[in-house]
């Protein structure tokens, strides 16, 4: 199998997008780092730029533990999650325990790294310190991953701050990021000026061009198309922007007249 598209997961594919690469590369800076240096890394970038399909990505090849952060987490639940991750069925304790009980499980391995997504919600209510003993005492490798305004969140947190050993800012795709995409989700062959406009008008973000390209597959295979170009696509292209407040109103007057929309 090519590196370009690698299967990870029974029914699962990634586009080896660039983002995908300085990723593994920042994991692996912080996996060979020598013992003495900082263990944090950093990952940062717009909502939709592709990091958390990068984080799985580098976490099937490294075995690293990644948990997500959730909006009502706690100091606890996030505990909880790390040793749920690592294997514990059923963790119990206070939280100085539960802490314990996950540098204890990190160390054992040191050199499975510990991904944390959302990372900008512990910087946010408040355990950030929590999670710089935890990578203190653990010495593992701990890779942040948050959105655009993390680097700065961090740096009004000194003492985590100055163990952050290396940072990565992603990228918006560019035209070779947007083929790989294409190849990965349409059976049809498309232009490069149509994947272009693509790119562009989705702001280079990975999830609105797989959104788009998805809308192109299903609009070729509705035509019994093999190849899509600017001048026969007169589908869809997702911007991110919301529906026209027009729209709404023409079904609520369909609904007042008695149909459907």
């Not at 314990?100 to 209510?125: C, G, N, S, T």
């Not at 062959?189 to 272009?196: A, N, T």
Request: some cysteine.
């Amino acid at each position: 199998m090519s590196d370009e598209i690698q299967k990870v997961k029974p029914g699962a594919t990634f586009a080896a997008l660039k983002n995908v690469a300085g990723f593994r590369e920042l994991v692996e800076r912080l996996v060979e780092r020598a013992p003495s240096l900082p263990n944090i890394g950093v990952m940062h970038g717009r909502s939709g730029d592709g990091k958390t399909y990068a984080s799985i990505y580098a976490q099937n090849k490294t075995r690293a533990l990644r948990v997500e952060v959730g909006d009502s987490w706690t100091r606890k639940t996030l505990l909880t999650a790390i040793l749920r991750e690592g294997g514990l069925a059923q963790p119990k304790g206070t939280i100085p325990e539960l802490s314990e009980q996950v540098v204890e499980m990190l160390a054992a391995e040191p050199r499975r790294p510990l991904f944390m997504d959302e990372a900008d919600k512990i910087v946010d209510r408040g355990y950030a310190e929590m999670i710089r003993e935890i990578a203190m005492q653990s010495n593992v490798p701990v890779l942040l991953i948050g959105e655009e305004a993390l680097p700065q969140k961090l740096a009004k947190i000194e003492r985590l701050h100055n163990r952050v050993l290396a940072w990565f800012g992603a990228e918006p795709c560019d035209l070779e990021d947007a083929r790989k995409l294409a190849n990965l989700l349409l059976p049809a062959k498309i232009s490069d000026d149509l994947l272009e406009d693509i790119r562009v008008r989705g702001d280079g973000r990975a999830r609105r061009i797989a959104t788009s390209l998805d809308g192109v597959a299903q609009w070729a295979r509705s035509r019994g198309l093999s190849e899509v170009t600017r001048e026969n696509y007169d589908g869809p292209i997702y911007t991110g922007e919301p529906p026209k407040a027009r729209a709404s109103r023409l079904i609520v007057q369909h609904l007042k007249n008695g149909r459907t929309a």
